[in-house]
């Protein structure tokens, strides 16, 4: 049976221009789902991933996912990092697309404090070649993590630690997902949001850890050769492709420049509203 769902449109607006009223009322949309105030539930992480991709699949335009953006992305960008404890984001794509430290935003500041959250997210970066630049400004802050794992080059961990960042192993050989999403549980950062790139992702979502996908499909055809917002070397492998991970979309919200943003939630987790 075919089910038509109209979708919620909102008016684009320049981000920083968006009042109160409209920000708070799409976190409302988006807030994670509720968790016990304290015991084992309140540290069990909640994984969403916000990503971008034109309507043909591109995951980036000119190299860079900013690329397939405009105005009512940026406002869902900014309310789905004003709802999260840890900003999760492979090195690569955060040095690629000019990754700063997450501020505290004054438009959250009461819901972050009810919801007993720090004024900001933090920053997680993943490298397992540890190849970040020594002066990369988020680096030696105190809330900033580097999730790496054991085999990663002694001199660049040496170097790293010498600059002041702060490095955890998740993993012996490899950077392993289910440890990246257990160390940000364990620091008490459980609302984690998966900003890419396409590696870590597919990475996530190879080992079932995925709970909420945050699409917008931007109103472009892209052609070319770009790759998709995941991927994970599994797909090449003898094996075949990797098993299908069901989700369920929960909503559809379009804005007056044509781009769409769905919630997809997967199987088994029920809508939150």
């Known amino acids: ?8 449109q909102v008016t684009s607006a320049e981000s920083d221009q968006k009042g109160d009223d409209t920000l708070l009322g799409l976190a409302e949309h988006y807030r994670y789902p ?7 539930g309140a540290a069990a992480p909640f994984v969403r991933a916000n990503m971008v991709s034109s309507i043909d699949g591109a995951a980036t335009h000119d190299g860079k996912s900013g690329g397939l953006g405009g105005d009512g992305d940026k406002t869902v960008f900014r309310v789905l990092r004003g709802l999260a404890d840890v900003i999760l984001v492979g090195a690569g794509t955060a040095i690629t697309e000019g990754y700063r430290r997450p501020q505290p935003d004054t438009a959250f500041a009461g819901l972050r404090e009810e919801n007993g959250q720090a004024p900001a997210p933090a920053l997680a970066l993943v490298s397992r070649s540890l190849s970040i630049p020594l002066d990369y400004p988020p680096l030696a802050h105190p809330e900033t993590v580097v999730l790496t794992c054991a085999s990663a080059p002694a001199d660049r961990r040496a170097a790293l630690v010498d600059a002041g960042a702060t490095l955890i192993d998740c993993g012996d050989d490899n950077v392993e997902t289910s ?3 257990e160390t940000c549980g364990d620091r008490g950062r459980p609302r984690v949001l998966c900003e890419g790139g396409p590696s870590l992702l597919g990475s996530i979502i190879a080992d079932d850890l995925l709970d909420e996908l945050c699409l917008t499909t931007s109103p472009h055809l892209v052609g ?3 790759g ?4 994970h070397a599994a797909d090449d492998s003898d094996d075949g492709a990797l098993a299908l991970k069901g989700m ?3 909503a559809i919200i379009t804005d007056d420049d ?3 943003f769905m919630r ?7 809508s939150i509203h």
């Open 1 to 8: 049976m075919f089910h038509l769902q109209k979708a919620t």
């Open 34 to 40: 509720p968790r016990p105030a304290e015991g084992p």
């Open 179 to 181: 440890k990246l999403i």
């Open 224 to 226: 070319g050769r770009a």
């Open 228 to 231: 998709r917002i995941a991927t």
């Open 248 to 250: 369920t979309p929960a």
């Open 258 to 260: 044509g781009y769409l």
């Open 264 to 270: 997809w939630l997967r199987h088994g987790r029920s």
